[in-house]
């Protein structure tokens, strides 16, 4: 048996799909699909953070809020113990959504610019009907504790508090039904550099304390190194590349992730390390490349070969993930 | 103000009520020229209107024939500026039917007043209904929704107010109908704009995947912050609906003599402009400044939510 199936996973992503209809014509019929997340699978194992990480426009927000179903998937699969999340209805729904919560991008469009900060954590509960008002009130502070903000804050108004502090807010509120699950879409990509450390090493103390199983979605590889356990990289709606996390930074197999690791900045400016620069833009996944999507922007690809077939995910080293035919290379 | 440290939580709870955004809104209203003196104005009108069979010297619908020794179009008389005393006082003269004018002044507020707020009124909560569902449920629903409300648009709203009457038979009830109606369109397709850009938003979002109902995240979440926009929108309308109203009135569409309407007034005497322009020019002048009160408040709400400008004047 492999090491990956020792585990049970707390969630299990199996070949999600999210196509997107294009309507044109006078007729506003359905002309073309925007394939933006196109046959996903991985898991995420209890107490551990999977980074997900691509360029803007490869479907990593998309995979992150179709997990929740912020948005409905087209097709497959998301498994949460034992449950299949995109076909639970109603009342299931709503109880598996106490497990599952989110932090959001944007800490300024993400609370409710009406409320006290108190209110908008307050509402899981009230959703929920857990507990006495008081109960609630209690709740809600120890939750504002926890991220690191005094009771008194609860009274506020969001237009009162900093980027970094409204973001403590968001994740106050994803905290306080006690879920096991946090989705974090770009949590810090909002905040300045030394408010992302304050934030990112909150999170990781969280998980720490109450053992949360995170999905950290984000585009800076230099965060994701900082907190995940392990990292997915995707590419115009697929996954490149899975790997732990010391493995994929230190030997990466897949070509596009080698090109991402060679754009991060290195910690010393007299570090000189070969770029990979990649010609052309991402394309359309209006209309994606045939075979490996990689494959006009690939240094190594072969033509007739990786133009025609689709490489799948193949595992190279122990729990080491990449789809590419000529991986091995690089080994 | 008692101990020093026992204090500072008490601070902080009042700290927080002087700056929910309503507050700061509202803060910045007062602090509005503009929407000062549409805000005295306006506060006299209903003044006014409460009192006025306190501050209504006559009855504004019985003839003074056979009563008083007055003519009929007899022009004001004003005994401080030099009218006889034997004379009996009436401050805006008295009209056709020798019914005292400025009594009739002083009533017509409360029905101007009222048609105002209760066309609006009526607009703005089916208006809000409509955009909401419109918007929030979206697909064909909207699309039938919106393309019915353009319909409506499409007609220029006083024919269209007219041609409703018509329908539904002259009075100032059914006026009030129409003019809600010709208004319905207005506040369904702001509400619906405004929900739109709303749903998009994060703590949405947020609300859903804390398991909220769509019924609770339209009303609770989304409604409430469409507010301020249906304000400003609410406080131009009811300006234009009083002015709508007079005109129904005016031809003979809407209230009906002997009601002390504004626009019914004019309407009665203006054949009379030249030999007693006074029968016109008093309501006529009565329209204008309640018509400016309630556009000097909108113009005044209007900027006072707008963030740009919250920027500028932050104190």
Wanted: hydrophobic share 45%; proline share 6%; charged share 20%.
């Amino acid at each position: 048996m492999k090491k990956t199936t020792k585990r049970t996973p707390l969630v299990e992503v199996r070949e999600l799909k999210k196509y997107y209809p294009v309507h044109g014509g006078l007729l506003k019929r359905q002309v073309a699909e925007v394939k933006a997340v196109d046959d996903v699978s991985f898991a995420i194992f209890p107490g551990e953070t999977l980074g997900l990480v691509g360029e803007s426009g490869c479907g990593k927000t998309t995979v992150s809020k179709a997990i929740l179903r912020l948005e409905e998937a087209s097709a497959g699969e998301v498994i949460f113990e034992g449950e299949d999340v995109l076909a639970a209805g109603g009342a299931d729904l709503k109880r598996l959504r106490r497990d599952m919560q989110i932090v959001f991008q944007d800490p300024f469009s993400s609370l409710d610019p009406r409320l006290p900060v108190g209110e908008s954590i307050a509402e899981a509960l009230l959703v929920h009907g857990i507990g006495t008002p008081q109960e609630r009130f209690e709740r809600v502070l120890e939750v504002l504790r926890k991220v690191g903000l005094e009771s008194y804050h609860a009274a506020r108004y969001p237009h009162q508090f900093s980027g970094g502090q409204r973001q403590r807010i968001g994740i106050a509120r994803a905290l306080i039904l006690d879920p096991k699950f946090i989705v974090l879409d770009e949590p810090v990509s909002a905040l300045d550099v030394s408010i992302q450390a304050q934030v990112l090493n909150l999170l990781s103390d969280l998980q720490a304390e109450l053992g949360l199983t995170y999905l950290f979605v984000a585009h800076n590889l230099a965060v994701v190194e900082h907190i995940s356990h392990r990292v997915a990289v995707m590419y115009l709606g697929r996954i490149a590349e899975i790997a732990p996390r010391d493995n994929l930074f230190s030997k990466p197999l897949h070509p596009y992730t080698q090109a991402l690791m060679s754009a991060v900045p290195k910690k010393h400016p007299a570090d000189k390390k070969e770029r990979i620069i990649l010609s052309g833009d991402v394309p359309s996944p209006l209309n994606p490349p045939s075979g490996c999507r990689f494959h006009p922007r690939c240094p190594i690809a072969r033509m007739g070969h990786c133009d025609v077939e689709e490489p799948q995910l193949r595992e190279l080293e122990p729990e080491h993930w990449v789809a590419c035919h000529y991986a091995e290379e690089f080994i | 103000m008692t101990v020093q440290d026992a204090a500072v939580p008490q601070t902080e709870v009042q700290d927080y009520r002087n700056n929910s955004l309503l507050f700061l809104t509202f803060r910045r209203l007062f602090r509005q020229r503009n929407a000062q003196v549409g805000m005295v104005i306006l506060g006299f009108l209903v003044l006014v209107a409460i009192f006025a069979p306190a501050l209504a010297p006559y009855d504004p619908d019985r003839s003074l024939i056979g009563i008083e020794p007055v003519e009929k179009r007899a022009g004001p008389c004003i005994h401080a500026l030099g009218c006889p005393s034997d004379q009996p006082q009436h401050i805006m003269g008295v009209d056709g039917n020798v019914r005292d004018q400025y009594s009739r002044i002083i009533y017509g507020t409360r029905i101007s007043l009222f048609i105002g707020f209760s066309t609006i009124g009526l607009a703005v909560v089916v208006g809000t209904l409509i955009g909401a569902v419109s918007g929030y449920v979206g697909g064909w629903v909207d699309n039938v929704i919106m393309r019915f409300m353009d319909v409506i648009l499409a007609f220029p709203s006083f024919l269209l107010a007219i041609a409703i009457i018509t329908v539904l038979g002259r009075g100032l009830q059914n006026a009030l109908y129409a003019i809600a109606v010709v208004n319905i369109p207005v506040f369904a397709r702001l509400v619906r704009s405004s929900v739109l850009s709303i749903k998009e938003l994060e703590f949405v979002a947020a609300s859903r995947s804390l398991g909220a109902s769509p019924l609770r995240i339209l009303f609770v979440r989304i409604l409430p912050n469409a507010i301020p926009t249906l304000i400003v929108q609410a406080t131009l309308s009811i300006g234009a609906a009083i002015l709508e109203a007079a005109a129904l009135s005016f031809l003979g569409l809407g209230a009906q003599p002997p009601l002390a309407e504004w626009g019914t007034m004019l309407g009665s005497e203006r054949n009379q402009v030249f030999t007693s322009p006074h029968l016109v020019f008093f309501p006529g002048i009565a329209i204008m400044i309640t018509v400016l009160a309630f556009n000097l408040l909108g113009d005044g709400f209007r900027d006072a939510m707008d963030p740009r400008l919250a920027q500028l004047t932050k104190r």
